[in-house]
């Protein structure tokens, strides 16, 4: 008896949901003074509202897939400049360690260091990729507690260059 009673319950409360959502919206009148003035108003507004919230949504999935195809341009890109450099003859990036000279301005000079990690694997020539700078501190400043001092030097070594 439960069961039938919460089964026509629940018939009737969808017959009067269906009831609601196929009767139409009542127009408002266009008069009304003051209060319907404001009443339109109000529904101008909403309108405008949803208005600018779906053209946010809309913007925010463009800007989305817009992003998703910039990425994949990127990376073809990417892929596009590893070929072309893969494709010059004789050229190959090598690993090493060579200090870099201090320049008359203070910066340091890896041209001769490339060349010579370069010349170090038997190719001609080459230009630095991946640079390490380091401080280097004499033994008493360390035994002084200090971690650095006026003694210490920053040095920078080319550590990857691409050799011709």
Not at 18 to 43: I, K, L, N
Request: charged share 20%.
């Amino acid at each position: 008896m439960r069961a039938c009673l919460c089964a026509s319950a629940f018939v009737l409360v969808s017959a009067l949901a269906a009831a609601q959502e196929q009767t139409p919206a009542p127009q408002r009148p266009q008069g009304g003074g003051f209060f319907g003035s404001v009443s339109r108003w109000f529904d101008q507004q909403a309108t405008q509202l949803h208005s600018t919230f779906k053209d946010a949504g809309r913007r925010v999935e463009n800007f989305g897939r817009d992003a998703g195809l910039a990425a994949r341009d990127t990376a073809q890109g990417a892929r596009d400049a590893a070929d072309v450099v893969a494709r010059i003859p004789n050229t190959r990036v090598v690993a090493g360690h060579a200090k870099c000279l201090i320049a008359p301005n203070g910066a340091p000079d890896c041209v001769a260091a490339a060349n010579a990690v370069c010349k170090s694997k038997g190719f001609q020539s080459g230009k630095s990729v991946d640079m390490t700078t380091a401080e280097i501190c004499p033994p008493k400043v360390y035994m002084a507690g200090r971690s650095s001092g006026r003694e210490c030097t920053a040095e920078t070594f080319v550590s990857r260059a691409l050799c011709q």
